[in-house]
């Protein structure tokens, strides 16, 4: 049986982890613990910058691993973080599954997530210029709102559009 994480803290911030791989990779080089996760877009943006990161893990058998880990190159089509450290001795993480070089098998983390799934957890806000053309009087009662009212009647009118465009 393989080991599962139940939880994963970066710099002491709890982490939303949508799946998981954990493992320990063997190659010429000698061997490394490898964890690879699906989080959400706010998440993958904080950390895609940093090198090094203090990373506390807790499986769900209880063990608890506490590393510097390094950020890793990730492809995919999901918002992820591989995170990775060298390792000098294995024999304390019996459970946890062992990957050769050799063998092209590593886990699909990304099977039976979508996009969506991730977003109706923690959606991403993203910052938007728009340009229109409108009469006086509506161009001077949208610059007469706050940003936080013009950012509500922005949202709600075009969700609700959105809706009715996905029906048809």
């Known amino acids: ?65 506490q590393a510097i880990m390094h950020r890793g190159g990730v492809a995919g089509r999901l918002p992820q973080l591989q995170l990775y450290c060298e390792l000098d001795d294995i024999s304390e993480y019996t459970d946890i599954m062992h990957v050769h070089e050799n063998e092209a098998v590593f886990p699909d983390i990304e099977e ?21 053309t409108l009469p006086i009087d509506q161009a001077e009662w949208l610059k007469s709102l706050k940003k936080g009212q013009l950012n509500t009647f922005l949202t709600e009118v075009i969700y609700e559009y959105w809706k009715k465009e996905r029906e048809d």
């Not at 979508?114 to 340009?131: A, G, N, Q, Y």
């Open 1 to 65: 049986m393989a080991a599962k994480v139940k939880t994963v803290k970066i710099d002491g911030e709890e982490v939303y982890i949508f799946n998981h791989a954990i493992y320990i990779f063997e190659s010429s080089r000698g061997y490394s613990l490898e964890l690879g996760m699906i989080v959400s877009e706010i998440v993958e943006q904080k950390y895609k910058k940093e090198e090094n990161l203090i990373v506390e893990i807790e499986l769900e058998d209880g063990q608890e691993i």
């Open 112 to 132: 039976g997530i979508s996009i969506e799934d991730i977003r109706k957890v923690e959606m991403p806000d993203v910052k938007v210029k728009l340009t229109a």
